[in-house]
């Protein structure tokens, strides 16, 4: 019972999280430019972006860590290219209008190089979208006072210590758990706080910087759009714009 309500919880808060991601991004496309997908699997979101932005495929790039995955996106007629997001992006200065990663931060281990590597690639004017969670939770909080391990991480490099110490199971049932894998592709290395990441994307000189909250557990969903506004500091999922 308590189990399916924190996974209604987090399926709202990602559908919601995704969907404001996605809308910043398709705006940004509007006045031109190429676009940069950070943790571009085989070209997902431009199947997204194609159909609600008409994106083409001549403004898309994208790179993948995974070899085969990003293929399988070339296979396709995309450009992706396989690359380490923890190193310097193989792409010019000033190259993209936009540049997202959704749910990939906290899968680096140099985060902040990252982000710097994005103000690099952007434009000046350009746009950088980010989705990651939020490791400052009531939720994470109220897991670690019960001696448990955050759900957002970061995780042990143990597939058991996973299934052991997660509180709640709320991913998708179907997800297979790779943790002991050398380059895992679910397992959250450092997960930043609202604060924190507010703070770093100003620092590092992004000029405008926005910040949005999702999922201010353990509160019911018909709850959520009013405490989100009130209080997106502590919301499981945050979604930060940044223009360069």
Known sequence: MLNAYFKNLYQRTMREAYGA????IAASLRGGGNVLDCGANSGR?????ARDAGLVPERYFGIEWDPE???KGRMRGLRIDCGDLNRP????SDAFSCVFGLSLLEHLLNGCRYMKECHRVLQPGGTL??????ISTYFTAALILL???PSSGPHPDSDALVKREELFKVSNDQLQLDTER????????VVFSYRVLLDYLKMIGFAEVRGHGFGLYPFPNFMQPMLERIDPWHCHQMVFIARK
Do not use: I, Q
């Open 89 to 92: 992006m193989p792409y010019e």
């Open 45 to 49: 979101m431009f199947d997204v972006l």
């Open 182 to 189: 050398e380059t895992s592709l679910h397992r959250h290395l």
């Open 129 to 134: 979208v980010l989705l990651t969670p939020n």
């Open 147 to 149: 001696g448990k391990m």
């Open 21 to 24: 991601a996605t809308a910043e």
């Open 69 to 71: 995955t990003a293929e």
